[in-house]
Each structure stands twice: as structure tokens, then as C-alpha cells.
């Protein structure tokens, strides 16, 4: 490889090893170790941000990954360096992995900044991993490559597949419906876990890895490889290559993601039925872009796209039967009349350039175009009284007949309050009534977890009743399905919230073809319920820590939930010295 940086274009990592004199001496001498002497000659210093976590599950597999990397880097003429960051376990992480995933964000980008890096391949894989090292990188405005720590392999019960998250949500209600005994049910973990990766259903980790993919910041085609398959340690082979060529190239992320890329990460986001996660994550990387991305963007530029991926929460099948079908380039080949020519990809040519040749292998997991599994699948932004700045639906993963629905209002006040009251059979709740679950929003909580896909109440359960409308500011996990309506904005805690003076017995109209959400209160009765709002609800509360940062920054969800001194970039350069 030709190890001349492009003209002019000095590594950004001389700062701290060219040259002589005591500080170039401390920064080369404590990194020796083994190290050559040719390593501080000016090549590209490559840092693997990796995720890797044995608190983090679905990620702990990185550290083999970031070896192979390694090589990549070795061979390409470049240095790498194993850069730990903060890691979210989303199943461990309390009070929900999401309050943490600007702080991740924040660290990464601190750390990318303030060491001698010139490029950065990012490991993630669980849900908050790759948003958080997408924001961070993007603040810094490093070049940088994203390798997807891929799923799980397939998990079964009783010989069908039974995605991880999905088949939980959906054997849980079974026990609860008295269908599936509480001894089943345990047996069944490791039916649904077993391999390394993240959640292999269409959840949020396997969205984001996606839309790495379509922003244009994986090797194309990457994106979906099993954990397990060696294809993933190849990729991460040639993705610590293409890192120094990145570096020498000075090709930065405000070059490869675009308002361009966004269009086509959208377009594929509605392709493949992706989580409704990936709307705020996508507005928060937007954001430390400086890009303007809106809410609007995703019902106007997704909401005619066909869902062509059959893959649980929505459909049948699991990540590795994707990729056995042909992967998301096989998705992509198929729209790229959708796809705009003009964005880019971390290779170095736009994404529609990879695509023309990559079949469908099984039409039962990704149908063609003519014969789509719905002809207008994508996010629906509803808006209303209920939610002047919106609020967002997945109607691929609804009942259709709830999409238009009116019904009573059953209120709930926090998680706890419907933890505490949902199974009691005096409940004054029927199939037609809509539950409304507040104070989930990012202030509230405070870091907007995924509750908002309720368990339902088992008296109805008994009945047969699978699906209601639910209503709320907070989140609903990737791998769930339900008619539910999420990220309600302005959120319960947030002056002005209409959610929070909704009462029990009021009538509340869903109307997702029209893209409306009302409360069919009168506006004088509204305003009269005000001043008593603030006493019946509790939100939280923090005096030190980040918490305390984050409810007093954090902003809504309609604008990605990020904290506001965090939106933007700082670039790259530190100009003072630390001795
Ligand atoms: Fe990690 Fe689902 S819990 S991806
Ligand atoms: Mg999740």
C-alpha cells in the first residue's frame, strides 16, 4: 500500500509523536513496549473503538473481532490501537441502557479527541453501542469505519423460531394467559440464546447495524454477518485495512454521511421493517452532524416503501435467515430507483455502485418488489392535540384493524403505578380501551426506556385479546410488536404536555392512515385541568451525577433525545499540551 497521506495532509497523530524534544519523547516512549520504531514515523495511528463488555452480552465476542481488525491494520501499513468505551448492556442496564447513551457518546467522543488517533473502526453491536459510537465519532469528525458485531444464530421453541426479545414478549403473555407453564418457560433461554451477537431479530441492534450500512459507514454488505460466521472476522480484516487507507485519504464521517445518506437509510429502514429506536437514534446522529433531519423526513421519505424483509418482531424469520437469503444488499438491489445515487459510503464510491447483482436466495425471507410483504410499510409520524410534536407508530408490527380506533383512556403515571394495577381484575379496562402510560419520556424517567409496549391486562389476555392500543412518551424495544404509539411528543414531564392531563374515561382517536392522534377533549376543559397536573404526577428527580446533567439537558425525543450542549461537533484538534 502506497503509505504517502494524501498531498498536504500530515497525521493528525504527529502532534503528539513527530518530532523531538521532551513532549514527542513522552508520548513515543511510554507506547513502546514492543511496539517498532517505525510505528511513530508518521503512519496512521488506527484506534478500534470497541464495545466489547462482558456486562455486555451481545457484544463480548468484539475483542476477537477488534484482533482481526488488528491484522487488517498491521498489513495496510497502519497502527492499531484497542480503544475500550463505554459499553450498554441493553438487558442489564438500569435503569434503562438509553439514559446512558449520551454519556456513552460523550466519552467517545472525548477519548477519540483527546488521543493520538487519525482514524477509528467501530465495534458495537447491542442496541445503544453503535448509535453512541456513530454520535461521538461524528462530533469528533475523525474518519472512521463501523463494523457491526452481527446477531445470534437462529433460537427455536418447540422447533418453530422464536427470536430473542420477540419470543420473550410473546411467551411471557402465554404464561400470563395460563397457556405455557412458568417450567417452559425457563427452559427456554437457551433455545433463544445461542451463539455470540446481538438480538437476531429485526430488533434495534440489527436496525442499527443496517443503518450503518445504508448511511454508508460499513463495508457494503457487511452488515448482518452472524457473529458466529467467519465472513465477520474477514470483514473486520478488510475494514482495518480500508481504516488506513481512510486516515491517509483524510476521509472524514461529514463526508460519507449525508443528507443524502439519511434519505437512503430511511428508504431501507421502511425495507426491512426496522425499529421504530432507529427514528431517535438516526435524528441524534443528524444532529452532531449538523444535518437537518426531521421527524417529517421519515413518514415522507419511508412511508411508501414496500417491507420486503420478513423477519420477527413483524414477520417470521430470524438474522441469519437473512443473510442466508441474500442480505441487505439484496434488499438494496431491489429499490435502488428509492435509493439516492448522490450518497456515499466509507469506500470511497456511493452506495448504489454496489448494487445490481445480488439475488434473493429465499423469496419466503426477502420478497421481491412486485410481491412485497405490505405495499407501504415505514414509520407513520402522527400528530394532533394529543402529540403536537409528534409521535410515531411501526404499523408493519400493529393490527390493522386498531390503526383507526377510538376508545376510553386508562391512565397510567409511571411504570410502577401499571405494574401495580394492570393485573387487578376490578380494572375498569376493556379491548376497545386505550392504555396511556406517562411519564417514559427522556426528562421523565428520566432516559426514555422501552415500556411502552405494555403487557396487557389478563383478564382480557383470557379472552383472547392480543392487541390494544397503547399510548406513550416513552419507547417500545425493537424486537416488540403491538399497536403502539411511541414517543409521544412534547412528553408528560415537559411543560405543556398535553399526554399528562389526559384522564381516565376520556376518548382518545387513533387515526394512523390520516396521521392523527386526538384527544377528544374540549380545549376549555384541557386548560382547566392544568394547575392540577404537576400534584398527581411524580417524575423524576436527580441533585448530582449525570442524571442530574441529563434531565436538566436532555431534549425530546422529535429531535433524537440528545443533550443539547452535546448536538454538533467539536472537530478534532487539541491545541494544548499535558505536560
Ligand atoms: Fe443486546 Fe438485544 S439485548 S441486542
Ligand atoms: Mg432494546
Not at 408493519?396 to 386508562?410: D, M, N, Q, Y
Request: charged share 20%; glycine share 10%.
Amino acid at each position: 500500500m502506497d503509505l504517502d497521506p494524501k498531498e498536504g495532509a500530515m497525521m493528525r497523530s504527529q502532534d503528539w509523536y513527530g518530532g523531538t524534544g521532551r513532549d514527542p519523547f513522552i508520548h513515543r516512549a511510554w507506547m513502546r513496549r514492543g511496539v517498532p520504531d517505525h510505528a511513530f514515523d508518521g503512519r496512521p495511528q488506527i484506534a478500534i473503538a470497541n464495545t466489547a463488555s462482558d456486562l455486555t452480552p451481545c457484544n463480548a465476542h468484539l475483542n476477537e473481532v477488534a484482533e482481526y481488525v488488528k491484522q487488517g491494520v498491521w498489513e495496510a501499513g497502519g497502527v492499531p490501537v484497542n480503544l475500550p468505551v463505554t459499553s450498554l448492556g441493553e438487558t442489564l442496564v438500569k435503569p434503562t441502557a438509553m439514559l446512558w447513551r449520551n454519556m456513552a457518546a460523550m466519552t467517545i467522543e472525548e477519548m477519540l479527541r483527546a488521543n493520538p488517533i487519525d482514524a477509528a473502526v467501530l465495534l458495537g453491536g447491542c442496541d445503544k453501542t453503535i448509535p453512541a459510537l456513530l454520535m461521538g465519532a461524528a462530533s469528533v469528525d475523525l474518519p472512521a469505519v463501523v463494523v457491526p458485531g452481527g446477531p445470534m444464530l437462529n433460537g427455536y421453541f418447540r422447533g418453530e423460531r422464536s427470536g430473542c426479545g420477540t419470543g420473550v414478549w410473546a411467551l411471557s403473555e402465554e404464561v400470563r394467559a395460563g397457556n405455557l407453564s412458568e417450567q417452559e418457560f425457563e427452559r427456554f433461554d437457551k433455545q433463544m440464546v445461542r451463539s455470540k451477537g446481538h438480538c437476531n431479530t429485526m430488533g434495534t441492534a440489527s436496525t442499527m447495524g443496517i443503518m450503518a450500512e445504508a448511511l454508508g459507514m460499513t463495508i457494503p454488505g457487511v452488515a448482518g454477518t452472524p457473529a458466529p460466521d467467519s465472513r465477520l472476522l474477514e470483514a473486520a480484516h478488510a475494514s482495518g485495512r480500508l481504516a488506513v487507507e481512510l486516515a491517509l485519504e483524510d476521509r472524514r464521517i461529514s463526508q460519507v454521511i449525508t443528507k443524502e445518506s439519511f434519505h437512503n437509510a430511511i428508504v431501507t429502514l421502511a425495507a426491512i421493517g426496522g425499529s421504530t429506536n432507529a427514528v431517535v437514534h438516526l435524528l441524534a446522529i443528524a444532529g452532531r452532524l449538523g444535518i437537518d433531519l426531521t421527524l417529517e423526513d421519515f413518514d415522507r421519505i419511508g412511508g411508501k416503501v414496500p417491507l420486503l424483509v420478513n423477519l420477527q418482531p413483524s414477520g417470521s424469520y430470524l438474522m441469519e435467515d437473512l443473510f442466508r437469503a441474500g442480505g441487505v444488499l439484496a434488499v438494496l438491489d431491489q429499490l435502488t430507483d428509492l435509493l439516492d445515487p448522490a450518497a456515499q459510503t466509507v469506500v470511497g464510491a456511493p452506495l448504489i455502485s454496489f448494487l445490481g447483482e445480488h439475488p434473493v436466495w429465499d423469496r419466503d425471507v426477502i420478497s421481491l418488489r412486485e410481491n412485497p410483504l405490505q405495499d407501504e410499510a415505514g414509520i407513520a409520524v402522527l400528530r394532533g392535540n394529543l402529540a403536537p410534536r409528534g409521535a410515531v407508530i411501526k404499523p408493519s408490527a400493529a393490527s390493522p384493524e386498531l390503526l383507526t380506533h377510538t376508545g376510553r383512556a386508562v391512565v397510567f403515571d409511571s411504570i410502577e403505578d401499571f405494574h401495580a394495577r394492570i393485573d387487578d381484575p376490578e380494572l375498569d379496562v376493556d379491548a376497545d380501551s386505550v392504555l396511556v402510560l406517562r411519564g417514559c419520556g427522556p426528562k421523565g424517567y428520566p432516559g426514555m426506556p422501552e415500556v411502552a409496549n405494555t403487557p396487557l391486562p389478563p383478564k382480557l389476555l383470557k379472552q383472547g385479546v392480543r392487541d390494544m392500543v397503547r399510548i406513550s412518551d416513552g419507547r417500545m424495544s425493537g424486537t416488540a410488536y403491538g399497536t403502539v404509539v411511541l414517543h409521544v411528543a412534547p412528553e408528560a414531564a415537559s411543560p405543556g404536555s398535553v399526554l399528562a392531563l389526559v384522564q381516565d374515561g376520556d376518548l382518545i382517536s387513533l387515526d394512523v392512515p390520516n396521521r392523527k392522534l386526538e384527544l377528544l377533549v374540549p380545549e376549555e376543559e384541557l386548560a382547566a385541568r392544568k394547575p392540577a397536573f404537576r400534584e398527581v404526577s411524580s417524575f423524576a428527580k436527580a441533585d448530582r451525577g449525570w442524571q442530574k446533567l441529563y434531565i436538566e439537558h436532555v431534549q425530546g425525543a422529535d429531535t433524537g433525545a440528545d443533550l443539547d450542549f452535546l448536538v454538533g461537533s467539536s472537530g478534532s484538534i487539541v491545541t494544548r499540551e499535558s505536560h
